[in-house]
C-alpha cells in the first residue's frame, strides 16, 4: 500500500535493522528474502516504494528491477538499490534497468530517510494523477497521449563559469540532440523571454553563498512558469546534511559536482528517466486539465461539477476498498444562502460562491477532491485520510470559513457560516453514491443542531 516499504535482502540481520529504522520513522513495512518473494509481494500490496539489495540469491538486482518495470501492475512503484560496494558499472547498469537511485553500505541514515520521502511524495503525486486522467478518459473527454518529444532544454548553474563549461562538455557528451545552456543565477527569475523554460534545471547547491542554490530552488518551485521542472541539484558526495535538505525542499535528483569519466553517464540516465517522469506528467496534466475545461468543471466556481465527482469518487472509493486505505467524505452547504440572494441579489450570491470556492482550494491539499454538487452544496473527498483527521480538518475548514468575512461588489462586507457532514469509506464495502447519502445525513443533522458544526455519519461513527 502507499507509504508502506518492501525491504529485500537474503540477509536477516540487514532486514531487521533496516524495519527498526523505518519504523522508527512511522513507516509500515513488509520482507522478502529473494527476488521472487519480492515480486509477488509486489504485485499484491502495491508498496509505495521497494528498498533493493542488489545480492540476491536467486536473480540480480537489475534482474529484478527490469522485471518490475515490465509488469504493468509494478512498473511506477519506485525503487531504491542497495550496493555493498561503489562499483560506476554496477550503478550504471541498475539505473538503466530502472532504479531510482542508488546506495552503497553503509548509507547515511539522513539521505536514507530524505531520499524515502521524495520518492514517496512523487509516487502519490503520480498516482493521483494518473488516477484523475484514467477518469477523465473513460468519461470519454480527454484527448488522446502522443509520443512526440522534443529535444529538452537544460539549464545548467554553477558557482564558477569553469564548472559550468565542464558540466556541459560531460552532458552534450552522453545527451546528444538535447539543448544544454549555461544560465546565472539570477536568470531564470528575470529571463523575459516567453515560452522558454528549461524543462530541467542543474543547480550547484552553493553558488555565491552558501546554500544559495537550495534557496533559488524554492523560488523556482514557487513560481507557476517552472514550478512543474525537473530540478537536480549538485553537491559534493559527502555532503549528506545538504543532499537532505534539498530532496526536502524539492528536489526531483541529486547529482555530484564533479561530472569526470562514468559519473557523468550515470548523471545523464538520472536526467533522461526524470525527464521522461516528466513528459508523462505534463501530458496528463495538459489531457485532464483540458478535459476539465471543457466539460467537468463548475463554470462559476471554477470546482469540479457533479458529473466529474461522482466519476471520481466511485473510482478513488474502489481504490480504497483494493488498498484498504480510508477516506473521508464530507458534504458542505452554507448556512442561510438564499437570505443572501434575496437581501443583496444573485450576482452577491454568485460572488459569495467564488469566494468560497477559492477559501476551499486555499485551505486544502491538491490531491483532495473539491466539487459543487447543488446550489450552494459542496463535495469534498479526503483521501487516506482517517476520520478523526477527517473531522480536524472539517473543524478547520468551518472556522476558517466564520472568520474569514466577504466584501460584495457593492462594498458591503458580510459574515457566511457553514454545516458540515462526514462520512468514512474504505472500511466498509459501501456504494460511494451510499457515502455521499450518509454525508448527507450528517449535514441534515448539523443544520437541526444549530448550524455551524460538523457532524459524523451513525455508520461512520460505528464503523
Known amino acids: 500500500m502507499a507509504g508502506s516499504i518492501l525491504i529485500v535482502d537474503d540477509v536477516a540481520t540487514n532486514r531487521i535493522v533496516l524495519k527498526a529504522k523505518l519504523s522508527g520513522a512511522r513507516y509500515a513495512t513488509s520482507q522478502a528474502a529473494d527476488g521472487r518473494a519480492a515480486l509477488a509481494l509486489a504485485a499484491t ?3 509505495g516504494l521497494i528498498l533493493l539489495d542488489t545480492n540476491l540469491p536467486d536473480m540480480s538486482g537489475s534482474e529484478m528491477i527490469a522485471r518490475l518495470r515490465a509488469d504493468p501492475e509494478t512498473r511506477r512503484i519506485p525503487v531504491i538499490a542497495m550496493t555493498v560496494h561503489d562499483d560506476p558499472e554496477l550503478r550504471i547498469d541498475l539505473l538503466k534497468a530502472g532504479a531510482n537511485e542508488i546506495l552503497t553500505k553503509p548509507f547515511d541514515e539522513l539521505v536514507l530517510l530524505a531520499r524515502l520521502r521524495s520518492l514517496l511524495r512523487a509516487h502519490a503525486s503520480a498516482d ?3 488516477l484523475r486522467a484514467l477518469t477523465c478518459h473513460e468519461l470519454g473527454f480527454a484527448e488522446s497521449l502522443h509520443d512526440f518529444a522534443p529535444p529538452a532544454r537544460i539549464a545548467l548553474i554553477a558557482h564558477q563559469p569553469e564548472q559550468a563549461l565542464r558540466w556541459k562538455a560531460a552532458l552534450t557528451r552522453n545527451l546528444p540532440g538535447d539543448r544544454i545552456e549555461i544560465l546565472c543565477g539570477e536568470m531564470p527569475l528575470d529571463d523575459p523571454r516567453a515560452g522558454v523554460v528549461p524543462d530541467i ?7 555565491e553563498r552558501r546554500g544559495d542554490g537550495l534557496r533559488l530552488m524554492s ?20 555532503a549528506h546534511e545538504i543532499q537532505a535538505t534539498a530532496l526536502d525542499l524539492g528536489a526531483d535528483e541529486l547529482l555530484p559536482c564533479d561530472l569526470s569519466g562514468q559519473a557523468a553517464q550515470e548523471a545523464a540516465l538520472r ?10 506528467r505534463d501530458r496528463l496534466r495538459v489531457s485532464v486539465d483540458e478535459g476539465l475545461r471543457l466539460a467537468m468543471v463548475d463554470p462559476l466556481t471554477g470546482l469540479y461539477n457533479r458529473r466529474y465527482a461522482n466519476a471520481h469518487l466511485a473510482r478513488m472509493s474502489d481504490r480504497a476498498r483494493r488498498t484498504g486505505r480510508t477516506s473521508v467524505v464530507m458534504v458542505l452547504d452554507l448556512d442561510r444562502f438564499k437570505r443572501i440572494n434575496d437581501s443583496y441579489g444573485h450576482r452577491a450570491g454568485d460572488h459569495v460562491l467564488t469566494a468560497f470556492a477559492k477559501a476551499l482550494r486555499s485551505n486544502l491539499r491538491g490531491v483532495n477532491l473539491i466539487a459543487r454538487i447543488g446550489g450552494e452544496e459542496f463535495l469534498v473527498v479526503l483521501p487516506d485520510t482517517t476520520l478523526d483527521a477527517g473531522y480536524r480538518t472539517a473543524e478547520r475548514l468551518r472556522h476558517a470559513i466564520e472568520t474569514q468575512p466577504i466584501r460584495l461588489p457593492n462594498g458591503e462586507v458580510i459574515s457566511i457560516t457553514l454545516s458540515i457532514g462526514l462520512a468514512i469509506g474504505g472500511t466498509r464495502d459501501t456504494d460511494p453514491q451510499h457515502l455521499v447519502d450518509e454525508a448527507d445525513a450528517a449535514l441534515l443533522n448539523a443544520k437541526a443542531a444549530g448550524r455551524n458544526q460538523v457532524a459524523i455519519a451513525q455508520a461512520s461513527n460505528a464503523a
Not at 534545471?201 to 553558488?207: E, G, N, P, Q, R
Not at 523560488?219 to 559534493?236: F, G, Q
Not at 536526467?271 to 508523462?280: D, E, G, M, S, T
Open 45 to 47: 500490496e502495491k508498496p
Open 128 to 130: 493521483e494523477t494518473a
Open 201 to 207: 534545471f542543474v543547480i550547484a547547491a552553493d553558488l
Open 219 to 238: 523560488e523556482l518551485r514557487s513560481r507557476a512558469e517552472t514550478r512543474d521542472a525537473v530540478i537536480a541539484i549538485a553537491t559534493p558526495r559527502n
Open 271 to 280: 536526467l533522461r528517466a526524470q525527464l521522461a517522469q516528466k513528459r508523462v
